[in-house]
């Protein structure tokens, strides 16, 4: 159901901001009919609002990390790169890294979405057993780092409200007082200060009115 949720917040919420198509194709970043990337390694590129710059995986040689969890570990590694609309500019981002605070460790770049102005890009990764992470990439420093547990992320950098626009929609995994636990979805602002509980009923209709 959340997943569901999810994907008709997404339609609603997004409509037709990026105008031009993006894909991979035989693993090549394609957009708007151009191809910009060459090798035939690349996946799951995003756009940037503003239809200036592009995020995408690259597959590497080398071996996956052995300590993430099972359903991200991959054939190959990954990375994280940037490249302008044009083509010019491709830069690696990120790797996938390990650490022993479970935080700082890095399995994957799953629902990567960008803020409004294009200056932070958000994605998920597998972390405990009962939650995955949210991380932020910096444009502006270069820095990447852990944001807050959840699953679910779903970023609003189209709502038209300037109180909603650019929070956050992430599902978490939290704990009765006493005992027993619940999976709510809540709003968080960017900086991951949370606003407030969507709960866990259809609560697509009431953003998207929020939203505008």
Excluded at 53 to 81: Q, Y
Excluded at 160 to 165: F, I, M, S, V
């Amino acid at each position: 159901m959340r997943v569901l949720l999810f994907i008709l917040l997404a339609a609603v919420l997004t409509g037709t901001a990026n105008a031009a198509t993006v894909e991979a194709v035989n693993g090549n970043v394609v957009l708007g009919g151009k191809t910009i990337t060459h090798g035939g390694h690349d996946l799951d590129p995003v756009l940037s609002p503003d239809g200036k710059r592009l995020v995408f995986l690259r597959r590497t040689a080398g071996r996956p990390l052995e300590d993430c969890a099972a359903d991200a570990t991959t054939s190959k590694p990954l990375e994280l790169w940037s490249i302008n609309a044009d083509g010019s500019g491709a830069k690696k981002l990120l790797a996938l890294k390990s650490d022993a605070d479970v935080r700082k460790t890095v399995c994957a770049f799953d629902s990567m979405q960008f803020s409004s102005n294009g200056q932070l890009l958000y994605f998920s990764a597998p972390a405990w057993a009962t939650s995955g992470a949210i991380h932020v990439y910096d444009f502006r420093s270069g820095r990447e780092h852990f944001l807050l547990a959840g699953d679910g992320l779903k970023v609003l950098s189209d709502c038209k409200n300037p109180k909603y626009r650019d929070d956050l929609i992430v599902g978490q995994h939290r704990y009765f007082l006493f005992e027993g636990s619940y999976d709510w979805t809540f709003v968080f602002t960017p900086a991951g200060k949370e606003v407030g509980p969507l709960g866990d009923g259809d609560y697509t209709s009431a953003l998207a009115d929020a939203c505008g």
